[in-house]
């Protein structure tokens, strides 16, 4: 299992979890303001290396912090992230505060409006920390940040900021958004969990559009419970997101708490392109089979899921090419080459092929229906291996795609780890049931942490 990130004297507050933090700071036992102290203390001794911010500004987080603890001396009820820092994505629209979506384009661009998840935010009490840095337009092309577990490698993207961010304990929760494999892959490099939920759950409304078809909000935590406190806040319906429908509190912290009746029974899927994952992973992953014995069986998908990269490049990219073709004519000689070729390749797409495209991914789930009548969640890889060395590219989500344009949920949990870098064991659930996933999540990983203690 991977080391976690480890804190000493004044840095234990940071080192409090999400939950734990807001329990506290809602008992008077800790107030905003302090914890708020302690992130920019862990940010300024780790940013010069990190790189994980696009903007930041001490002042308004402490100003935000003052705020709170004014409101809360006040006696009314206050919300379930009460004082807790949150960084979001900087495609992220936030008022009066700069939104540059990775790109020069954008450079100074300041929104009129928040977006409804960062007004989810505000409402709830969270400290807006400032913007983490995003890969050019949520694509490709690689930023400034670092991997916190060794900056010679990639922290993957294109949520890239919030992974490093939360995995460095500069925050303790940050929000991402996936497309293909922009919040799984590098919370896995990084070391922390990721979960991108159900797709439609979170409305999109204010964030850079990609690819209306597969573009998912997520968030990244260093613990299962912590991604349920903030994915609790941001679930709702939007009409303004056409994804999105009205439908009940999902409760996602009370279930990843909860005691399943049963010992949940996981299905091992060696996804497409296996032949991609490093001898690590495979070891590691079998290891993970292994320990579950009974609780778990391999399975193979069947073989139109073969063709399941190629339609998920044939949606992403035609939908690419439209929704960000407003840069293009503003700017295609500031763009970088591997952004314009996926353009270039979406407006060659014919429309009867991309029209066809978008019937895949219910024909696909369709597959995974039997899978699920005999089991709690998917295991796999959450990448082909630990984060690769060098910074020119943000790795490979060869093992994310498939599941993103499925729109299922998924999650990735620090507890492998190679080289002394991270490496993520991924669960799949089912379309919707995102609590049954994180209830796995959480027994999975305090069952191999058992394991590992010899308990």
Sequence with gaps: MTAKPTFRGAEAIVGLGAVEQRNRIASGALRAEELTEACIARISATEPELHAWAWFDPEHARA???????????????????????????????????????????????????????????????????????????????????????????????????????????????????????????????????FKPSFGRIPRTGILAESPSLDTVGVIARSVPDAALLADVLFGHDPADRATSPAPAPRLLESALSTAPLPPVFAFVRPPHWELAAPETRDALDEVAGLLGEQCFAVELPPAFDEAQAVHRRIYSAEMAKCLHAYERRGRDRLSDVLLEAMDAGKAIPARDYIAALDWPDVLYAGLAEIFTRCDVILTAAAPGPAPLGLENTGDAVFNALWTMLGVPAITLPLLQADGLPMGVQLIGRRGDDGRLLRTARWLTDHLTRIEGGA
Excluded: W
Excluded at 86 to 104: C, E, F, Q, S
Excluded at 144 to 155: D, E, F, G
């Design 64 to 194: 935000q912090a003052r705020a709170l603890d004014a409101y809360r001396g006040t006696g009314q009820p206050i919300g379930p992230l009460h004082g807790v820092p949150v960084g979001l994505k900087d495609i992220i629209d936030t008022v009066r505060i700069p939104t540059a979506n990775g790109t020069a384009l954008d450079e100074g661009r300041t929104p009129e409006q928040d977006a409804f998840v960062t007004a989810q935010l505000k409402a709830a009490g969270a400290v807006i920390m400032g913007k983490t840095v995003t890969t050019e337009l949520a694509y490709l092309h690689p930023g400034p940040t670092r991997n916190p577990h060794n900056p010679a490698h990639t922290p993957g993207g294109s949520s890239s900021g919030s992974a490093a961010a939360v995995a460095s304990g500069q925050v303790p929760l940050a929000v991402g958004t996936q497309t293909g494999g922009s919040l799984i892959r590098p919370a896995a490099y990084c070391g922390a969990v990721g």
